[in-house]
């Protein structure tokens, strides 16, 4: 095919020919004329993609397609009459020199593969439609509406009936691109098409709003019903330490004020200074590690006096994105009372320990620098420390120099009391004093002689009073 390309250059830019396509560069004024019409050059990706794709995402394809489709057919009429009355003799000529133009503009290449005008039938390919270019690499596709709008225009002038234009696109990633519309007689036009897309997608935009409310309903009236079985008081609070909200359950109404007075108030304004302090201090807090705080106070009406713990979180708006706080508070009177009332128990069960304690190593001066321990019962562990510390504390206060232990009440001996009775008198020797053993019964020293634990240095005596009257008496000698 012959080519017919003319250059000219003037004093404020160019002009070129290229087969039908007429341009002019009007470099000093930054201007591009196609046929006359200002124009431009952009990519079509990324430009024209960055432009158009949020839009196409925005409103749906399908919308979108149709809009596109409707504003590129507005302009057919003089298309076609340029086609029929200045392009060429007849239609199918007009038509092909057409192409030939907006090819020249980037458009594509236009083919009319098959005209019927009896039929009202036409078959156009074009390849390399810039739509489809554009759409290159794209996740987001959506065809060819503005070249359908085009096809749809032109040919319903061109057969003299209302028609429709099927497209058929290549794949995504085709190495060549191209697009084929089979133009047919439709009621179908695009206008109409266009008001029941809007139609439905109002319909659509209706039922999920309400579909949404509902769920907004249901999802509040739950979290009412969830609050309603809750016995704490929830509230929360705005950035500026203002309720937002405020839930009391029944049973606590007497030691709060109703909801009606605390929305929309400060937190000096409805609660008592102390109060007010500690919560504000601990809102303070929050934002250096995100982590809840909790503070504890009481509260007093009518003359009682109850115990409540408040604890307190940041509330993020994911809306608008600001913070305030969530606070859950609840009486903790009976847990306070309860712990207060085991705290006394346990105090009284310490003295009486203490009272036992005492009674099992009753240390008895008898003498001057003579001590008696009777020693009942049995001696584990913790008794023998308890036993040597007190031992060793009462010689070191009052200088003795005697220790008697009585075993008159102890019935049983094994290994480990044997240890515990030597770990004592060696105790009472480093001090400088001396350990004498009394009323030991026969079992005992029987065990004690075939354990072999190193008592047979010590004296022993039958009975205390034997052991009194024999340090007694060396007492007196010395």
């Not at 697009?179 to 897309?197: G, N």
């Not at 409310?213 to 249901?218: A, I, P, S, Y």
């Not at 001066?365 to 008696?372: E, F, H, I, K, S």
Request: contains cysteine.
């Amino acid at each position: 095919m012959q080519r017919t390309i003319k250059g000219t250059t003037t004093e404020t830019g160019y002009t070129l020919q290229l087969d039908e396509g007429h341009f002019d560069w009007k470099l000093d004024e930054g201007l591009i004329l196609n046929h006359g019409v200002p124009s431009v050059l952009l990519w079509a990706n990324p430009s024209l993609l960055r432009m158009l794709q949020p839009l196409a995402e925005e409103i749906g394809v399908p919308l979108f397609r149709l809009m596109v489709a409707q504003c590129s057919s507005q302009g057919t009429d003089a298309d076609y009459d340029a086609m029929i009355n200045v392009l060429g003799e007849t239609f199918e000529e007009g038509f092909r020199a057409w192409g030939r133009s907006v090819a020249a503009a980037g458009w594509g290449r236009f083919e009319l593969h098959e005209l019927d005008k009896e039929a009202r039938r036409a078959v156009i390919v074009v390849q390399n439609p810039w739509e489809l270019e554009m759409q290159r690499g794209s996740p987001t596709r959506w065809g060819c509406p503005f070249l359908q709008g085009k096809v749809i225009g032109i040919f319903s002038r061109a057969l003299g009936a209302n028609c429709w234009a099927d497209e058929i696109a290549s794949e995504p990633d085709a190495p060549k691109m191209r697009v084929q519309f089979t133009v047919y007689p439709s009621e179908k036009t695009i206008e109409a098409e266009v008001s029941r897309l809007r139609r439905e997608s109002r319909e659509e935009a209706k039922r999920k709003l309400a579909q949404k409310t509902q769920e907004l309903r249901q999802s509040e009236a739950r979290q009412r019903a969830i609050l309603s079985s809750l016995s704490e008081v929830v509230f929360t609070l705005d950035d500026r330490a203002q309720f937002t909200s405020y839930h009391v359950p029944r049973e606590q109404a007497a030691f709060h004020d109703a909801p009606e007075h605390m929305l929309g108030r400060h937190v000096r304004e409805v609660m008592s200074e102390p109060i007010a302090e500690l919560l504000l201090a601990a809102i303070a807090e929050l934002g250096d590690d995100g982590a809840p705080r909790t503070v504890n106070y009481t509260r007093e009406q009518g003359g009682e006096v109850r115990f409540f713990s408040t604890k307190l979180s940041i509330l993020r708006d994911p809306i608008s994105g600001g913070h305030g706080v969530t606070a859950i508070e609840r009486d903790i009177t009976d847990r306070m009372r309860a712990e207060q009332a085991l705290t006394e128990r346990l105090e009284v069960i310490q003295r009486q320990q203490d009272t036992i304690q005492a009674m099992s190593t009753p240390i008895i001066q008898v003498w001057d620098g003579v001590l008696a321990l009777p020693l009942v019962g049995l001696i584990d562990s913790r008794r023998a420390a308890m036993i040597t510390e007190s031992l060793l504390d009462a010689i070191v206060n009052t200088q003795a120099r005697i220790a008697i232990l009585d075993m008159t009440g102890v019935d049983l001996v094994d290994t480990a009391i044997a240890e515990h009775f030597v770990r004592i008198v060696r105790a009472v020797q480093l001090l400088g004093a001396e350990c004498v053993l009394s009323g030991m019964q026969p079992a005992v020293a029987q065990t004690l002689t075939m354990l072999d634990v190193g008592l047979g240095a010590m004296r022993t005596f039958g009975t205390m009073r034997s052991a009194l009257m024999a340090v007694t008496r060396g007492k007196r000698r010395g």
